[in-house]
């Protein structure tokens, strides 16, 4: 059973920074994509960052890119994302989400697909305010 498990949301100024980890468990195939996935209140789910299991190519939201990294610890199943200059605009509900389906990082981050994935952590808050 594919299970997700995301930590280190939390309260953060503007301008700061956070680094979110998502354990993942349960996984019987190597090639898949990984990501993080954000959702504020009254707004559609949004594929911020993923990358791909075997070979690290990673796709990033416009709104994220050259603030947010995605990396992958293959060896203890771990994805993080380290956020940095983070805006009020970035508070959202994260969730870690898998595709073991089509594993195409940019696919699998946005639309159709995105709303299709295989696996969902239970998601961690991240709030950005002075």
């Known amino acids: 059973q594919l299970q997700l498990v995301e930590s280190g949301g939390g309260l953060v100024q503007p301008g700061g920074s956070l680094t979110l980890s998502c354990a993942a468990s349960?996984?019987?195939?190597?090639?898949?994509?990984i990501g993080w996935f954000r959702q504020a209140p009254g707004k559609e789910r949004e594929g911020v960052s993923c990358i791909n299991s075997v070979d690290g190519s990673t796709y990033y939201a416009d709104s994220v890119q050259g603030r947010f990294t995605i990396s992958r610890d293959a060896a203890k199943n771990i994805v993080y994302l380290q956020m940095n200059s983070l805006k009020p605009e970035d508070t959202a509900v994260y969730y870690c989400?898998?595709?073991?389906?089509?594993?195409?990082?940019?696919?699998?981050?946005?639309?159709?697909?995105?709303?299709?994935?295989?696996?969902w952590g239970q998601g961690t808050h991240v709030t950005v305010s002075s």
């Open positions: 349960g996984f019987f195939l190597d090639y898949y994509a």
């Open positions: 989400g898998a595709d073991i389906t089509v594993g195409v990082p940019r696919t699998s981050c946005q639309s159709p697909r995105k709303d299709q994935l295989d696996a």
